[in-house]
């Protein structure tokens, strides 16, 4: 067991919490339930969450960030936990619970720390208009190249 586990004070959903993230994560597992309090693993993180009542809420405050390897990764996971709940900015997203979450890749952190502090500028400010990251855009404002346009769905035939 971790020294330090994050604490989570939910109104009273903190069981269908833990089932909604341990669905989405795939290193994940619900340890304990009671009617009070869950423990549950994410990707290897512990948590404990509580039935408080509506007492306290969660705020941006305190976000749970998480280090996604490529686009696609982003995108699967940004698609599940801003399902009922809100996209802010920057590639944050409050869930459904109220808790909010970083969506972050790997790329962004490389265009901030580049050797290129211009590129890495162009990165920030590219980043301060999005909703959820767009890497090939982060990449691109890095480079100092227009981003690439995003080719349109294609549309299904009508029978």
């Given amino acids: 067991m971790p020294k330090i586990t994050p604490f989570l004070w939910f109104n009273k959903d903190a069981a269908q919490a833990a089932r909604f993230y341990t669905s989405i ?8 339930v009671s009617p009070m309090s ?7 993180q512990h948590f404990h969450a509580f039935n ?27 698609n599940k936990l801003v399902k ?4 802010s900015r920057c590639g944050w ?23 290129d502090r ?7 400010e590219a980043m301060m208009g999005m909703i959820k990251i767009d890497v090939k855009a982060i990449e691109a404002a890095y480079r100092g190249t227009p981003a ?6 294609k549309r299904r035939a009508r029978a």
Avoid: M, N
Avoid at 93 to 112: E, N, R
């Fill in 25 to 32: 994560f795939k290193h994940s597992e619900i340890l304990s």
């Fill in 52 to 78: 408080g009542g509506p007492h306290f809420t969660f705020t941006p405050a305190i976000s749970l960030f998480v280090d996604c390897k490529d686009q696609a990764e982003v995108d699967a996971l940004w």
């Fill in 148 to 153: 690439p346009k995003a080719r349109p769905a």
């Fill in 38 to 44: 869950v423990s549950f693993v994410l990707e290897g």
């Fill in 84 to 87: 009922g709940g809100k996209p």
């Fill in 93 to 115: 997203l409050t869930d459904k619970y109220g808790l909010s979450w970083q969506i972050i890749p790997k790329a962004l952190g490389k265009a901030f720390g580049g050797s």
């Fill in 118 to 124: 211009a590129g890495a500028a162009r990165a920030r």
